[in-house]
C-alpha cells in the first residue's frame, strides 16, 4: 500500500509456531492486499513447530531479536545508534523504569527488553519500517512498546487474552494501550477487558478485529464413524484436558466407537499421556495446517475443555469443516459458538456436563449435521480472515494518514 510509506514490522515472541497459525495467516493476507509486511521474532522457534512450507518459509524470513542481543558487537552498535537520539534513549530508560515489575527479577528483565528493544529498532531503520504491530501483548508487547519509544514510529498490537488480561498490572496493559496507535481486540469480550484499564477517552483505539482463517480451506463434509473425537491445541493445563479424560470416563460404555485424537504438544503431555493410558487416546503431536484440516474432515465433531481462552480458531476451523463443536462457556467463546445452534458450550470444569454434550452431539447425527452448517455459516460471514486483514488494513491505514478514525469494527476499505 503506497498510502503507508513504508514497511509494518510484526512482532511476537516467537513467529512462526505450530499453535498460532492465526497471525500466519494474517500476514499472508495482509501482503496479498498489498501491505510490505516483514516479520520479526524475539526467539527462534523449535523445529517442532515448522510443520508445513508455509512455516519454514516465514522463519526463514524473520527476523530474530535475541540472537542479536546475545552477540556483543550487535548489541553495542544498537545502543550506539540509540544514543544518536539521547532524548528519546532517555525517556524510554525511564519508561522501561517505570514499568517494570517491582523486584530485582522485575527490573531485570525490563533490562533485557529494553536491550532486545535496541536492537529492534535499529532493525526497524534499517528496513524503513513505518508501523510496529505487535501480536500478545505480554513480553513482546513490552519489547514493542519501549522500540517505539526510541524510534518514535508508531506501534499498535493485537489483544488475545487470556494470559495478558489474567495479570494486566503485571505486563502494564494501561500503558500500552495508552501509547499505542490503536489496539485490535480479537473479541467484544478483549475490548471490554481492555476498556478496564484505559480513561474512557481511549476507548476510540480499542477496535474488534478478529483472528480469521480462510473457509475454502476447510470447505469438505466430515467423515468420521460417529465416534471421532478431535481436540486441536497447547497440551498444558490451561486446556482442562483432565476434564476431557473424566468426561470419557463416564460414556465410553455407551460409545463403543469413541476415540479421541490429541493434535498438539505442551509442557504436559508426559503427565496426560499417563493419564489416558487405558482410554480411547491417541497423542499424535504438531501437524501442519494441511494435515489439521485433513483430520477435522475424518472427524465428527471437536472438543474444547479450556479453562480459559481468547476467541479460539481451531473452533473456526472446525466449523467451518462442518463440525459440531463443544466448547467450555468462557471468554469470547459465545460470541463465536452459538449453543444449540452451531455446538454445545458447557461449564468449565463440569466433566458431566460435558460427557452429556459429547453424547448428545455423537449420538444425533441429523442434529450434528445441522450445527456443523450453522457453524460453518457463521465463520463465514464473521471470521474470513480476507475481511479481518482488510479491516486490520483500514486501522494501519488512518493511523498512518492521521484519516478519520474507524468505528469499533473498522468496516472494508472500498
Known amino acids: 500500500m503506497s498510502a503507508m510509506g513504508g514497511p509494518i514490522l510484526y512482532l511476537t515472541g516467537e513467529y512462526p509456531r505450530a499453535t498460532d497459525t492465526f497471525i500466519q495467516r494474517e500476514v499472508a493476507a495482509l501482503r496479498a492486499l498489498g501491505f510490505d509486511i516483514r516479520t520479526a521474532s524475539v526467539r527462534r522457534t523449535g523445529p517442532e513447530h515448522l510443520t508445513g512450507p508455509e512455516q519454514q518459509a516465514e522463519a526463514a524470513g524473520t527476523f530474530h531479536v535475541l540472537e542479536q542481543v546475545l552477540r556483543l558487537i550487535p548489541l553495542i552498535g544498537a545502543k550506539l545508534a540509540a544514543l544518536r ?31 532486545e528493544a535496541l536492537v529492534l529498532a535499529r532493525h526497524m531503520r534499517s528496513l524503513g519500517v513505518v508501523h510496529l ?3 500478545i501483548a505480554k513480553a513482546s508487547g513490552t519489547v514493542a512498546m519501549l522500540a517505539s519509544a526510541l524510534t518514535g514510529i508508531p506501534y499498535s498490537f493485537t489483544l488475545h487474552g487470556p494470559d495478558e488480561l489474567l495479570e494486566p498490572g503485571y505486563w502494564r496493559l494501561d500503558e500500552k494501550i495508552a501509547r499505542a496507535a490503536f489496539v485490535a481486540c480479537i473479541s467484544d469480550f478483549a475490548r471490554s ?26 470447505d469438505a463434509s ?30 465410553a460404555d455407551r460409545l463403543p466407537r469413541l476415540r479421541l485424537t490429541l493434535v498438539g504438544d505442551g509442557p504436559d503431555r508426559r503427565a496426560l ?44 476451523e472446525a466449523m467451518a469443516a462442518r463440525l459440531p463443536v463443544i466448547a467450555t462457556r468462557i471468554a469470547g467463546v459465545p460470541e463465536l459458538v452459538e449453543d444449540g445452534a452451531s455446538g454445545l458450550l458447557v461449564p468449565p470444569g463440569d466433566a458431566q456436563a460435558l460427557a452429556a ?23 463465514s460471514a464473521e471470521f474470513d480472515i480476507a475481511t479481518e486483514a482488510a479491516w486490520l488494513g483500514v486501522l494501519f491505514l488512518a493511523s498512518q494518514t492521521g484519516g478519520p478514525r474507524p468505528g469499533k469494527r473498522p468496516g472494508v476499505p472500498a
Not at 499424535?284 to 484440516?293: L, M, N, P, T, W
Request: glycine residues 12%.
Open 85 to 115: 537520539a539521547p532524548g528519546r534513549f532517555f525517556a524510554a530508560l525511564a519508561l522501561a523504569w517505570r514499568t517494570s515489575p517491582k523486584g530485582l527479577r522485575g527490573r531485570a528483565y525490563q533490562m533485557v527488553y529494553l536491550a
Open 133 to 135: 504491530h505487535n501480536h
Open 193 to 218: 477487558q481492555a476498556m478496564l484499564h484505559c480513561p474512557r477517552a481511549a476507548w476510540g483505539k480499542l477496535h474488534v478485529v478478529h483472528c480469521g482463517i480462510d473457509p475454502a480451506r476447510y
Open 222 to 251: 466430515p467423515h468420521g464413524d460417529g465416534g471421532q473425537l478431535l481436540f486441536v491445541g497447547r497440551l498444558a493445563a490451561v486446556k482442562g484436558l483432565p476434564v476431557l479424560f473424566e468426561a470419557l470416563t463416564l460414556i
Open 273 to 316: 499421556e499417563a493419564e489416558a493410558r487405558g482410554l480411547p487416546v491417541a497423542f499424535v503431536g504438531y501437524k501442519s495446517q494441511s494435515e489439521v484440516a485433513e483430520l477435522l474432515r475424518g472427524a465428527d465433531a471437536l472438543v474444547l475443555p479450556s479453562f480459559a481462552e481468547g476467541l479460539p480458531v481451531v473452533l473456526m
Open 357 to 379: 454434550a459429547i453424547a448428545a452431539v455423537l449420538g444425533d447425527p441429523a442434529r450434528a449435521g445441522r450445527m456443523g452448517a450453522a457453524g460453518r455459516a457463521k465463520v
